[in-house]
């Protein structure tokens, strides 16, 4: 069974500056796809970048990006110039093949002004 | 578009009451997604289903819950009877083509006194 796993419950960054979200995952699959979506307090779950296993270019969305690393099974998400509307839960997410996404634990970000 | 519209987004029940949760997909979605959020366990898939026929409904946790599709605009997710364990946020998600980004709807919060 796939395991997606996020080790940072919990970050905090200052409005403007960067920060790096962890995801690492486990798989023996070779085509997938892999997700971050974002949880802000009203709970809805949005979509915020997304990557193609077959693809070695990482994904950008505007101030949003993602390091890939296939043969470590990493998909870090990387936030520049952080706002206070990023103050959220973020949730990494896999998809194999057969449609079923498994998330992580997801890592709460708090953005100070 | 209206997005993924579930209702009712609040209920409040007690212990062996019929609870029914409904979700109205996007239109042209062929695939429709339920979700569980718990803080102990996260966000799990319980069944989802392609053309309005369920596809894996390995995530359920057991016989009290049942889904249904009757038709390519609405499906229900009913448990009965409910126990105070089965409180969470119950999301509903819709893709079309099992491989592309899964819209989800607002959640329903369920209290299961």
């Known amino acids: 069974a796939q395991t997606v796993t996020q080790s940072q419950p919990e970050m905090s960054v200052q409005e403007a500056e960067t920060v790096t979200l962890s995801c690492t995952y486990d798989?023996?699959?070779?085509?997938?796809?892999l997700f971050w979506y974002k949880q802000p307090p009203s709970r809805q779950m949005i979509l915020v970048i997304r990557?193609?296993?077959?693809?070695?270019q990482n994904a950008t969305e505007n101030r949003f990006s993602v390091n890939f690393q296939k043969a470590a099974k990493s998909f870090s998400l990387k936030i520049s110039d952080s706002q206070l509307g990023d103050t959220a839960m973020y949730f990494c997410?896999?998809?194999?093949?057969?449609?079923?996404?498994?998330f992580g634990g997801g890592t709460r970000l708090m953005v100070k002004p | 578009d209206a997005g993924v519209i579930q209702s009712p987004r609040h209920e409040v029940t007690e212990m062996g009451q019929e609870v029914t949760l409904r979700c109205k997909p996007i239109?042209?979605?062929?695939?429709l997604f339920w979700y569980r959020q718990t803080m102990m366990r996260g966000l799990e898939l319980l069944i989802y289903?392609?053309?309005?026929?369920?596809?894996?409904d390995s995530g359920m946790p057991e016989d009290r819950f049942s889904a249904k599709m009757p038709n390519a605009s609405f499906s229900t997710l009913k448990i009965q009877p409910s126990e105070p364990r089965d409180s969470a946020v119950y999301f509903c998600?819709?893709?079309?083509?099992?491989?592309?980004?899964?819209?989800f709807g607002p959640g329903t919060r369920l209290t299961v006194l």
């Open positions: 998600a819709s893709s079309w083509g099992g491989r592309n980004e899964q819209f």
């Open positions: 798989t023996s699959e070779s085509n997938y796809y």
């Open positions: 990557q193609e296993a077959y693809k070695q």
């Open positions: 997410a896999f998809m194999e093949l057969k449609t079923k996404l498994t």
């Open positions: 239109s042209g979605h062929d695939y």
């Open positions: 289903f392609n053309n309005n026929v369920p596809i894996d």
